[in-house]
């Protein structure tokens, strides 16, 4: 509970501050430094590792304190928006030298996770994205999302299930997420999000509000032209951003100019934990591994990265975009000299997107605006280099790049050439813009030789040599005469001072300069800021169009990644078409192929799907074999393929595929009370409900997470619904350790079985990580087992038990028409035990031999704990003589 703070007129300014944003940080601005009080103080020294203090104020006990200086704030703010909080700036509005009571202070800015302008914060090459989300309770209609990236103005909003939502989340990963007060509950239990969420009023979703707030955004009479006019849920949450960001103090919103609704069916469906599984975006393990983003990611801007990443998370499933893609790849990867001009050029280019907004909002610096032109000017040569290539497409591209020329001189004649990164460190506007500026930086850098030059001539026109020109604070600017040529003093000097030997006067020209060499560096800095406030001006009409060159540069930066990654890694143009079938030749994982140690080699294989003979591949094979890695390496081809790349393998015919879904791996989520093997069945569940011809469908390890019966049965019967789905084949990998999966062959034809071999030599295991016809009677766990470093006693033991098991046929499964019919396994308890440390021993009781059943007849007999000693002896001694009787 926050403590009570004695209001001392300080404290009573800073309580009324604070109670405007309760659960923000308040950056407290005191002279020149940032401070906190209670319970802020207490959490900005715990997360910047600040020292926290305390100290008397007023009758309060004490309260605590903890602080910074003012010029450490774009060090300090990102460490406390990086750790989720929000943070409300407090600066002083008025000059403390001005006044001589409080000095007025107010919140300049809210800044939130979600709502980040400053390079220190932001990522280059990834969005900050905020969102907002409506989760209607019951029978309401659908749930609807909205993202804003207010760093670069892109602004989207779609409709659908929680499904298609929870997908969203994943893809777009948004820093912040608003939701309706009442509704909070509804997101922890439907989502796997566990970012930053904010809870608002539930009036900053209204539809009739928003709608008004949204026509007046976009300076618009309705919503029908993007869309929106009868879609009330999309209404609401795009207006519930556009409250936030009042909320948060941010007004300035020029570069929002446009509002994009995203169809889900104009993209491959990837759902969360396909994007998570496939390590598209993000590897499982960062510290060890890499995701398919940092493999392909050889753009040279931030923008470039930026879109990489947004075409990773929605690929095509337009042919003629997929195709168009692909002959841009084509060109770059044929024309080695267009595509290294290509990747110099990129490199100048600023991040023209994030510059177009701060320019939008005010808050561009003249370095950055000198930045601007000098990357237009790139894209210009870009642009012609297009024009002029032997790619249609190419040059297609430089048509749709809006003409900036006009601004480029603009900045070029108004800035100097290297202007400072703050307004006020040093010459901002050009010499020749103003004549008034000019004089007072000849005032300011020559005053010196003006006043020599002043003296010299006075001095010449009155005849008094030992006169000289100097300053004090008292009577500014004067001419000091000895008194012995106090006769010689013109009549329009005035006189201010007599000294012991000298008097001291002052007349108009000097006075005017005092007054001008005084107030030139104010009238300077006021000058710079009305001239570069009025470039910003003019800079901010063609805001569109820097956006609008901003995304086609983008677009060229990832198809010459694209392009070079191609030949870096040797990829190949796949055919695609709108047929139905995956036909790789020598594909390649492209990931684990560029993680391998040294001098190993990725060994490829060939994976063949169509809806006719070949719709569903069992595959079977060792753990470490490389089943897993083939499923994934033919998900990741596919989806290579569809934003328009190049893919690692030879050769590959596919097919349109509409979604890529996947059941890999075991996970569970105990936050929700659901096992390893819930969180697999609902997954599961997921796929078959949403399949489609055109679907892709991994299965990896289904069932492994209960009894081996159980999982058995219901892998077998998924297979089957796979096979005889009425609504299509989706083309399918089943990878598994149960072999008995391997009968379906005989009784499914569209089943084939494979397996990846490998051969046990001496013991110890040679995977060939190839995939072969046929299926596997082996999974070779225990020799896996010995690799991992298993006690020999342990694993010794266990091929003990399997091989009884194995004799005895445990494993049996016969097919009897739509039944399947599995033998029960007896408990490994009821097996012989052995003794584990000598490894190999005899039973004991071998229940066949009639002596032994003797034995254990007289042994269960016995009354142990009347037993003596004596009577134990004897009984030792009738049983010794049992087994030396032949």
Same mark, same amino acid.
């Given at each position: 509970?926050?403590?009570?703070?004695?209001?001392?007129?300080?404290?009573?300014?800073?309580?009324?501050?604070?109670?405007?944003?309760?659960?923000?940080?308040?950056?407290?601005?005191?002279?020149?430094?940032?401070?906190?009080?209670?319970?802020?103080?207490?959490?900005?020294?715990?997360?910047?590792?600040?020292?926290?203090?305390?100290?008397?104020?007023?009758?309060?006990?004490?309260?605590?304190?903890?602080?910074?200086?003012?010029?450490?704030?774009?060090?300090?703010?990102?460490?406390?928006?990086?750790?989720?909080?929000?943070?409300?700036?407090?600066?002083?509005?008025?000059?403390?030298?001005?006044?001589?009571?409080?000095?007025?202070?107010?919140?300049?800015?809210?800044?939130?996770?979600?709502?980040?302008?400053?390079?220190?914060?932001?990522?280059?090459?990834?969005?900050?994205?905020?969102?907002?989300?409506?989760?209607?309770?019951?029978?309401?209609?659908?749930?609807?999302?909205?993202?804003?990236?207010?760093?670069?103005?892109?602004?989207?909003?779609?409709?659908?299930?929680?499904?298609?939502?929870?997908?969203?989340?994943?893809?777009?990963?948004?820093?912040?997420?608003?939701?309706?007060?009442?509704?909070?509950?509804?997101?922890?239990?439907?989502?796997?999000?566990?970012?930053?969420?904010?809870?608002?009023?539930?009036?900053?979703?209204?539809?009739?509000?928003?709608?008004?707030?949204?026509?007046?955004?976009?300076?618009?009479?309705? =919503?029908? @032209?993007? *869309?929106?006019?009868? #879609?009330? &849920? $999309?209404? !609401?949450?795009? %207006?519930? /951003?556009?409250?936030?960001?009042?909320?948060?103090?941010?007004?300035?919103?020029?570069?929002?100019?446009?509002?994009?609704?995203?169809?889900?069916?104009?993209?491959?469906?990837?759902?969360?934990?396909?994007?998570?599984?496939?390590?598209?975006?993000?590897?499982?393990?960062?510290?060890?591994?890499?995701?398919?983003?940092?493999?392909?990611?050889?753009?040279?801007?931030?923008?470039?990265?930026?879109?990489?990443?947004?075409?990773?998370?929605?690929?095509?499933?337009?042919?003629?975009?997929?195709?168009?893609?692909?002959?841009?790849?084509?060109?770059?990867?044929?024309?080695?000299?267009?595509?290294?001009?290509?990747?110099?050029? =990129?490199? @100048?280019? *600023?991040?023209?997107? #994030?510059? &177009? $907004?701060? !320019?939008?909002? %005010?808050? /561009?610096?003249?370095?950055?605006?000198?930045?601007?032109?000098?990357?237009?000017?790139?894209?210009?040569?870009?642009?012609?280099?297009?024009?002029?290539?032997?790619?249609?497409?190419?040059?297609?591209?430089?048509?749709?790049?809006?003409?900036?020329?006009?601004?480029?001189?603009?900045?070029?004649?108004?800035?100097?050439?290297?202007?400072?990164?703050?307004?006020?460190?040093?010459?901002?506007?050009?010499?020749?813009?103003?004549?008034?500026?000019?004089?007072?930086?000849?005032?300011?850098?020559?005053?010196?030789?003006?006043?020599?030059?002043?003296?010299?001539?006075?001095?010449?026109?009155?005849?008094?040599?030992?006169?000289?020109?100097?300053?004090?604070?008292?009577?500014?600017?004067?001419?000091?005469?000895?008194?012995?040529?106090?006769?010689?003093?013109?009549?329009?000097?005035?006189?201010?001072?007599?000294?012991?030997?000298?008097?001291?006067?002052?007349?108009?020209?000097?006075?005017?300069?005092?007054?001008?060499?005084?107030?030139?560096?104010?009238?300077?800095?006021?000058?710079?800021?009305?001239?570069?406030?009025?470039?910003?001006?003019?800079?901010?009409?063609?805001?569109?169009?820097?956006?609008?060159?901003?995304?086609?540069?983008?677009?060229?930066?990832?198809?010459?990644?694209?392009?070079?990654?191609?030949?870096?890694?040797?990829?190949?143009?796949?055919?695609?078409?709108?047929?139905?079938?995956?036909?790789?030749?020598?594909?390649?994982?492209?990931?684990?192929?560029?993680?391998?140690?040294?001098?190993?080699?990725?060994?490829?294989?060939?994976?063949?799907?169509?809806?006719?003979?070949?719709?569903?591949?069992?595959?079977?094979?060792?753990?470490?074999?490389?089943?897993?890695?083939?499923?994934?390496?033919?998900?990741?081809?596919?989806?290579?393929?569809?934003?328009?790349?190049?893919?690692?393998?030879?050769?590959?015919?596919?097919?349109?595929?509409?979604?890529?879904?996947?059941?890999?791996?075991?996970?569970?989520?105990?936050?929700?009370?659901?096992?390893?093997?819930?969180?697999?069945?609902?997954?599961?569940?997921?796929?078959?409900?949403?399949?489609?011809?055109?679907?892709?469908?991994?299965?990896?390890?289904?069932?492994?997470?209960?009894?081996?019966?159980?999982?058995?049965?219901?892998?077998?019967?998924?297979?089957?619904?796979?096979?005889?789905?009425?609504?299509?084949?989706?083309?399918?990998?089943?990878?598994?350790?149960?072999?008995?999966?391997?009968?379906?062959?005989?009784?499914?034809?569209?089943?084939?079985?494979?397996?990846?071999?490998?051969?046990?030599?001496?013991?110890?295991?040679?995977?060939?990580?190839?995939?072969?016809?046929?299926?596997?009677?082996?999974?070779?766990?225990?020799?896996?087992?010995?690799?991992?470093?298993?006690?020999?006693?342990?694993?010794?033991?266990?091929?003990?038990?399997?091989?009884?098991?194995?004799?005895?046929?445990?494993?049996?499964?016969?097919?009897?028409?739509?039944?399947?019919?599995?033998?029960?396994?007896?408990?490994?308890?009821?097996?012989?035990?052995?003794?584990?440390?000598?490894?190999?021993?005899?039973?004991?009781?071998?229940?066949?031999?009639?002596?032994?059943?003797?034995?254990?007849?007289?042994?269960?007999?016995?009354?142990?704990?009347?037993?003596?000693?004596?009577?134990?002896?004897?009984?030792?001694?009738?049983?010794?003589?049992?087994?030396?009787?032949?």
């Amino acid at each position: 509970m926050a403590k009570k703070i004695a209001e001392t007129p300080l404290m009573k300014q800073y309580l009324e501050l604070k109670g405007k944003h309760p659960d923000a940080i308040l950056l407290f601005r005191v002279g020149d430094f940032y401070e906190t009080f209670s319970d802020d103080a207490i959490a900005a020294a715990e997360i910047l590792g600040i020292t926290l203090t305390r100290r008397a104020n007023g009758s309060a006990m004490h309260v605590e304190l903890a602080g910074f200086p003012h010029h450490a704030l774009d060090s300090y703010l990102p460490k406390l928006v990086r750790a989720g909080r929000r943070v409300a700036i407090c600066d002083q509005l008025e000059d403390p030298k001005l006044t001589k009571k409080l000095v007025k202070r107010g919140i300049t800015e809210l800044v939130t996770p979600g709502v980040v302008l400053g390079d220190n914060v932001l990522r280059s090459k990834e969005n900050n994205y905020l969102a907002a989300l409506y989760l209607p309770s019951g029978e309401e209609g659908p749930g609807s999302i909205a993202f804003l990236d207010i760093s670069t103005g892109e602004f989207v909003v779609s409709e659908g299930s929680p499904e298609h939502l929870e997908k969203l989340l994943s893809s777009y990963q948004p820093k912040e997420v608003l939701v309706e007060r009442s509704t909070r509950s509804l997101l922890d239990r439907l989502f796997s999000y566990r970012g930053f969420v904010f809870e608002v009023e539930d009036w900053s979703f209204a539809v009739e509000n928003n709608r008004r707030k949204l026509t007046t955004h976009f300076g618009l009479q309705n =919503l029908k @032209g993007l *869309g929106l006019e009868q #879609r009330p &849920a $999309s209404i !609401a949450v795009a %207006g519930a /951003i556009l409250n936030y960001l009042e909320l948060t103090s941010h007004t300035e919103l020029g570069h929002i100019t446009t509002l994009r609704s995203i169809d889900r069916l104009s993209y491959m469906r990837l759902d969360s934990f396909t994007l998570r599984s496939l390590e598209i975006l993000a590897p499982m393990n960062r510290e060890e591994g890499k995701s398919l983003l940092d493999i392909i990611d050889c753009t040279e801007t931030a923008m470039g990265g930026r879109l990489l990443r947004h075409w990773l998370s929605f690929p095509l499933i337009d042919l003629g975009e997929i195709h168009r893609r692909q002959r841009i790849v084509g060109d770059l990867v044929r024309g080695h000299e267009l595509r290294r001009t290509f990747t110099e050029l =990129l490199l @100048g280019i *600023g991040d023209l997107e #994030r510059l &177009a $907004s701060k !320019a939008a909002v %005010g808050r /561009i610096s003249p370095r950055e605006v000198r930045q601007l032109a000098v990357s237009l000017r790139q894209i210009n040569q870009l642009g012609a280099l297009a024009s002029s290539s032997d790619s249609a497409d190419l040059a297609q591209i430089a048509t749709r790049l809006a003409p900036t020329e006009e601004l480029i001189s603009d900045i070029e004649h108004t800035l100097t050439e290297e202007p400072p990164s703050a307004l006020g460190r040093g010459a901002t506007i050009a010499p020749g813009i103003s004549p008034e500026l000019d004089e007072l930086r000849q005032l300011s850098t020559h005053g010196k030789d003006y006043l020599l030059q002043l003296q010299r001539r006075e001095s010449e026109r009155t005849g008094i040599s030992s006169l000289k020109v100097a300053f004090n604070n008292v009577f500014g600017y004067y001419v000091e005469v000895r008194s012995t040529h106090k006769d010689k003093v013109p009549e329009d000097w005035t006189r201010k001072q007599t000294l012991v030997n000298a008097e001291r006067y002052i007349f108009p020209e000097l006075k005017e300069y005092e007054e001008k060499i005084l107030g030139a560096e104010e009238r300077i800095a006021s000058l710079e800021s009305r001239l570069y406030a009025e470039l910003l001006v003019r800079l901010s009409r063609f805001i569109r169009a820097l956006q609008q060159n901003a995304r086609l540069i983008a677009e060229v930066d990832c198809l010459t990644a694209l392009s070079e990654v191609a030949v870096r890694d040797r990829y190949a143009c796949p055919v695609v078409d709108d047929g139905l079938i995956i036909d790789i030749r020598s594909g390649r994982h492209p990931v684990i192929e560029q993680q391998l140690p040294f001098g190993q080699t990725y060994v490829p294989n060939d994976v063949h799907l169509d809806e006719d003979e070949t719709q569903i591949m069992v595959i079977t094979g060792p753990n470490m074999s490389g089943k897993s890695a083939l499923l994934r390496q033919t998900a990741l081809i596919v989806l290579l393929a569809q934003i328009g790349s190049f893919v690692p393998a030879e050769a590959a015919h596919l097919g349109l595929t509409d979604g890529i879904f996947t059941r890999v791996g075991a996970s569970d989520n105990i936050s929700r009370g659901e096992s390893t093997f819930m969180v697999e069945m609902q997954e599961a569940s997921s796929i078959l409900n949403a399949l489609t011809p055109r679907s892709l469908v991994l299965f990896d390890e289904l069932g492994r997470g209960t009894s081996t019966y159980d999982g058995i049965s219901i892998a077998w019967a998924i297979i089957e619904y796979l096979h005889d789905n009425p609504h299509g084949r989706p083309k399918t990998l089943f990878a598994t350790h149960y072999h008995e999966l391997n009968d379906l062959e005989a009784r499914l034809p569209r089943v084939k079985n494979y397996n990846v071999s490998a051969r046990e030599i001496e013991g110890k295991m040679l995977f060939l990580r190839k995939l072969v016809r046929g299926g596997s009677e082996h999974s070779f766990g225990i020799q896996v087992a010995r690799l991992g470093g298993m006690p020999q006693s342990i694993t010794t033991r266990a091929s003990e038990i399997l091989a009884q098991l194995e004799s005895a046929h445990i494993h049996e499964v016969t097919g009897l028409g739509a039944e399947v019919q599995v033998s029960r396994a007896p408990s490994p308890d009821t097996l012989p035990t052995e003794q584990i440390s000598t490894g190999v021993q005899m039973s004991f009781f071998q229940l066949d031999d009639p002596v032994l059943s003797d034995i254990r007849e007289r042994l269960l007999s016995v009354q142990i704990d009347s037993l003596t000693p004596l009577e134990a002896l004897n009984k030792l001694s009738e049983i010794q003589h049992l087994l030396k009787t032949p």
